[in-house]
């Protein structure tokens, strides 16, 4: 949602704290942390979260799961070609635009790309744009996230700061994305709006 000057968004937040707000209310959950119960999974599987494409009954949508999201969508970006449509379907990450995939072609596709170090810098990384190719911090900042999210470093129980592992796992990416971006505002926001829930 792109704010006008009368807007006020979350937490009292106005059009002259930020560009926008990404919302997705169909997929929302309550302050308490209960999610909606609809039956049915919905989205676009390119930027889902893998493990909510699992079979069985639906996972509550977490904080982490939007974080996944957040960083397919920095990939694609990072990759896209707007000025060369046949340069980006020449890219491994095209694959999630060919229409007779299923969902779980798609999902294995990611956790094939994004599971591996050393083949995700060379099927994804390699294939961003030279904006982002340039941009060491951010490749360091994407490499980590893909780390956290994905990686064999994944923290684990022990290693959280509260008893909501997959909100920790949101805190850690958040904290590396304020690294990247050299302030706190993201974090700082975060938890103002957690405190008036």
Known sequence: MVPVES????GGLTYEDRCGTIVDW????????????RSFRSST???????????????RRTLSH???????????????DYA???AFRAKPLALLLDNTKSTIDIVNAKMHWFGIDRRFKKQIIR?????????NRLITCISDLREILY??????SEEMETADPEEDLFWTCMKKINDYLKEKKGCNEMRWIDSQA
């Open 7 to 10: 807007t006020k968004l979350t």
């Open 127 to 135: 294939h961003f744009q030279p904006l982002y190719w340039d941009d």
């Open 84 to 86: 060369n449509e046949d």
């Open 45 to 59: 599987p390119t930027f889902i979260a893998p493990v909510l494409f699992e079979g069985g009954k639906l996972a």
């Open 26 to 37: 169909n997929l929302c959950f309550t302050a308490n942390r209960t999610s909606s119960n």
């Open 151 to 156: 990686g064999n470093d994944r923290p684990n």
């Open 66 to 80: 939007n974080m996944e999201s957040f960083f397919a969508v920095i990939i694609w970006i990072a990759s896209l």
